[in-house]
C-alpha cells in the first residue's frame, strides 16, 4: 500500500515539473487563443461582404468558436494549476507547520 502523505519533497520535483509544463502549455494556449481572434478579426473586416458566404464565411465563424474553446480550455488548465500548485505547497511545508485535515 503507498502512503498517502509521502515524506516533504518525496513527490514534489515529478509534481512541480508537471505544474510547470501545465503552466507552459496554458500559456500556449493563450496564445493560440490570440494569434485565432487576430485572424478572426481580420478576415471578418477585411474580406468584402460578397466573399464571406459559403465555405469561407463558414471558415469565418468557426475560428470564433474555436477561440471560445480555446479560452474555455485555458481557463480550465488555470483552474487545474491553481489547484496542484496549492497541493505541491502543502508538500513542501513541513507537516508541523500545516493545518490539520480533519
Known amino acids: 500500500m503507498t502512503n498517502p502523505n509521502p515524506p516533504s519533497g518525496a513527490a514534489t520535483p515529478p509534481l512541480a515539473d508537471a505544474l510547470d ?6 500559456e500556449t494556449i493563450k496564445e493560440a487563443a490570440d494569434d485565432l481572434a487576430v ?3 481580420v478576415l471578418g473586416t ?6 464571406r458566404s459559403g465555405d469561407v464565411g463558414n471558415a ?7 477561440e471560445k474553446k480555446l479560452n474555455d480550455a485555458a481557463d480550465l488548465l488555470d483552474e487545474a494549476n491553481e ?3 496549492k497541493e505541491v505547497q502543502a508538500r513542501d511545508t513541513p ?3 500545516r493545518p ?3
Do not use: D, G, W
Open 21 to 26: 509544463k501545465s503552466k507552459q502549455a496554458a
Open 39 to 41: 485572424i478572426h478579426t
Open 46 to 51: 477585411e474580406l468584402p461582404e460578397n466573399a
Open 60 to 66: 469565418v465563424e468557426q475560428t470564433k468558436a474555436l
Open 83 to 85: 489547484t496542484v500548485e
Open 95 to 97: 507537516a508541523t507547520a
Open 100 to 102: 490539520s485535515r480533519t
